[in-house]
């Protein structure tokens, strides 16, 4: 590849990189935006565990949260009902059921010897591999039973009523909610992109209803606001927060290769 064709791909590639960084709304719930990040100041001060100082957004630390503030850390837990650094679900003390459960990390109880404990990953098989037991919840998450077989369940609309486990009806009909338009204003904030998976749609209210969250309607007032802390304002574009930091390295490799 000549030096012409290797600088024409490389502006096609920030191009598609920025077409990314500005158009992706899926996103998964433990990757919001973190509070170094946030470059303006009504962004930091909105958000509830960070504090703007000397024109910097700072992470506050677990100690000083409040109690009711501590879950909104992921890297605090509640202990005795005082916000600390968490370290691991048996490193608290928790000799309770509700203790445990405080400790905002799915953390397991083990009523046996009334200890909390780390949560550990269940091998549950497959949904085809449910022959005569019940089809419920296998490593794929949710299962249904479908002509027969058990499988991974992917629609409400598809299966058994009789046999779902987290789909709504609506007028006399099974529907999955994995569009933005099927929910109602009061709910416009996430979609999940499948029924078993860990990524969302992002949502906005538009003129007509629930609606796509789109980024390119943002301003430096809606942008963290509308996202659910998931963008943040980076000059003059909404911008994905993980994305920010992406597309700095990818434009200072892009500008030595191009000053070859």
Avoid at 181 to 198: H, P, R, V, Y
Avoid at 212 to 235: E, I, L, M, R
Wanted: with cysteine; net charge negative.
């Amino acid at each position: 590849m000549g030096k012409s064709h290797l600088k024409i791909y490389i502006v096609l590639l920030i191009s598609h990189l920025c077409s990314i960084a500005i158009g992706q709304t899926f996103v998964k719930l433990q990757d919001t935006c973190a509070c170094e990040e946030l470059l303006e100041e009504n962004e930091c001060r909105a958000a509830t565990i960070c504090n703007y100082s000397h024109r910097e957004c700072k992470t506050i630390q677990c100690t000083h949260l409040s109690a009711k503030d501590c879950v909104y850390n992921s890297n605090c837990a509640l202990v005795n009902n005082t916000c600390a650094d968490f370290e691991s679900c048996a490193s608290h003390n928790a000799t309770t059921l509700d203790d445990c459960v405080n400790l905002f990390h799915n953390c397991y109880f083990d009523n046996n010897k009334m200890t909390c404990r780390d949560p550990q990953k269940i091998d549950l098989g497959r949904c085809s591999e449910t022959i005569n037991g019940r089809c419920l919840i296998a490593n794929e998450g949710l299962c249904a039973w479908k002509n027969g077989v058990c499988q991974e369940l992917t629609a409400c609309e598809d299966v058994d009523p009789t046999s779902l486990q987290s789909c709504e009806f609506e007028d006399d009909k099974c529907v999955s909610h994995l569009q933005c338009s099927q929910l109602e204003m009061a709910d416009c904030k996430f979609a999940k992109e499948k029924i078993n998976g860990d990524r969302y749609q992002l949502c906005m209210i538009g003129r007509k209803g629930c609606i796509n969250f789109d980024p390119t309607q943002q301003t430096k007032d809606t942008c963290w606001k509308n996202s659910n802390a998931f963008y943040h304002w980076v000059g003059k574009n909404c911008l994905r927060c993980s994305w920010a930091s992406i597309m700095k390295s990818v434009l200072f490799v892009a500008l030595l290769i191009l000053s070859i």
